[in-house]
């Protein structure tokens, strides 16, 4: 009787019953998944990789046995999964598609309080516009684009112990801000920057006591992130937000410099009134929307068009003191996938792919999804291909 492994292909969702012997490579694994899949057929057995537990990545070189799978009771489980790279691809590709709603205009204020130097960024002045160049793709994960250096700046907002940082790392899916976990200090004293590669993550411990100026000298507070991606800004239940300050964030950044705002409800399960402080985020941001139609809710994340979105999460693994009960990471690759779906201009997608590319279990847990919304570009090259034979 011939001997097989059982494979879950991640991107359908199918399994397969995959024969061997003792000279079968890992890499012949993957070429029968490709053969086999009926959902994906004609797939590229170069754009996977075979992954057993769900966390060692196996050498496509090796043989079964090198790399212990005849061992069954070594195996709880054998994923064939994408590679990020892939991944990514499909999205821009399909993107220039599927994705783009024409660029409506973000309202503009009469009246400036604060100037702003829009004028002398090319980038970011075609916000406004109607119309939008659909650029290649190549250009979307080349180097080819306006963005200085290619540095990608990110704002993060919200008072102190929100768990700014906690969301920063969640995202990015790898340690990347300071979390401090004992005692009541807080370790954002005064804006700063974290790094990741060339992707700049602005933090400031709050916003409670501000005025319009600080709100722009934050904006300010270097050259370099005068072009940020987007703002996050985060509040915990319990944690006591001023809305007036909000406001005055959300007018500057929304009407004077396009920067599109994501509002998140951190910690979510550290109290009740989370409810409350995301219908706050809803009201405040439909002050910036011309038609209700623009506003849609999907999975748990409230998109306001081009002008942002509110959402509430569970960036860690949450211990309830009193009774014990856990409640595991909630809504953050969720949030991921929103602004996947939100930036539509090609050095935004670029940034924010960027941005996200570390996060494995967002790649992993995604991809069937990924798939799926991107499955029309198949459809569309395939018809193109028909056309022009
Ligand atoms: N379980 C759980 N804990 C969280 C969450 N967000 C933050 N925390 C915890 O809250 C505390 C503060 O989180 P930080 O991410 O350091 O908050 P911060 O806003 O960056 O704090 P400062 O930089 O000091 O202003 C840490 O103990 C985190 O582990 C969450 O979503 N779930
Ligand atoms: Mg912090």
Same mark, same amino acid.
């Given at each position: 009787? &011939?001997? &097989? $492994?059982? #494979?879950?292909?991640?991107?359908?969702?199918? &399994?397969?019953?995959?024969?061997? +012997?003792? =000279?079968? !490579?890992? *890499? *012949?694994?993957?070429?029968?998944?490709?053969? =086999?899949?009926?959902?994906?057929? +004609?797939?590229?057995?170069?754009?996977?990789? $075979?992954?057993? +537990? %769900?966390?060692?990545?196996? /050498?496509?070189? =090796?043989?079964?046995?090198?790399?212990?799978?005849?061992?069954?009771?070594?195996?709880?489980? $054998? *994923?064939?999964?994408?590679?990020? /790279?892939?991944?990514?691809?499909?999205?821009?590709? &399909?993107?220039?598609?599927?994705?783009? *709603?024409?660029? %409506?205009? #973000?309202?503009?204020?009469? =009246?400036? !309080?604060?100037?702003?130097d829009q004028s002398n960024n090319p980038d970011e002045s075609s916000v406004s516009t109607n119309k939008q160049q659909i650029p290649s793709t190549t250009e979307v994960l080349s180097n080819d684009n306006n963005d200085r250096n290619n540095e990608v700046h990110i704002l993060i907002c919200g008072s102190p112990k929100v768990g700014k940082s906690t969301l920063i790392n969640a995202l990015c899916g790898c340690p990347v801000a300071k979390v401090k976990t004992i005692g009541l200090d807080h370790c954002t004293q005064k804006t700063s920057y974290y790094q990741l590669d060339n992707i700049y993550f602005w933090d400031t411990p709050g916003i409670q006591q501000w005025s319009n100026i600080d709100i722009d000298s934050y904006i300010n507070s270097s050259k370099r992130c005068q072009t940020p991606l987007c703002m996050f800004y985060c509040a915990s239940p319990g944690s006591f937000t001023k809305l007036k300050q909000l406001e005055m964030l959300l007018d500057e950044c929304i009407y004077q410099r396009h920067i599109f705002c994501v509002l998140v409800v951190t910690n979510m399960f550290a109290h009740i009134n989370r409810h409350a402080i995301l219908n706050e985020f809803k009201t405040l941001l439909s002050k910036y929307i011309d038609h209700s139609q623009q506003i849609r809710e999907e999975d748990g994340v409230f998109y306001y068009g081009h002008v942002g979105l509110c959402t509430m999460v569970n960036s860690r693994e949450y211990v309830d003191e009193d009774t014990n009960r856990r409640q595991s990471q909630q809504g953050i690759n969720e949030l991921v996938m929103a602004l996947t779906k939100s930036f539509s201009r090609t050095h935004q997608l670029d940034g924010w792919l960027r941005t996200i590319e570390k996060n494995t279990l967002f790649w992993l847990e995604k991809q069937e999804e990924i798939f799926r919304l991107t499955k029309k570009s198949d459809d569309i090259c395939l018809s193109e291909i028909i056309q022009n034979i």
């Open positions: 009787m &011939s001997k &097989s $492994l059982c #494979i879950s292909f991640k991107p359908t969702c199918e &399994s397969f019953d995959v024969p061997y +012997n003792s =000279q079968t !490579t890992i *890499d *012949d694994l993957i070429k029968y998944v490709c053969i =086999q899949s009926s959902v994906l057929p +004609n797939t590229n057995p170069n754009d996977y990789y $075979l992954m057993i +537990n %769900k966390s060692d990545m196996l /050498r496509t070189n =090796q043989t079964v046995e090198a790399a212990g799978l005849d061992q069954l009771d070594r195996i709880v489980s $054998l *994923d064939m999964c994408t590679k990020t /790279r892939v991944l990514m691809k499909r999205i821009v590709d &399909s993107r220039m598609q599927l994705w783009q *709603d024409p660029i %409506k205009p #973000i309202p503009t204020k009469t =009246q400036q !309080t604060i100037p702003t």
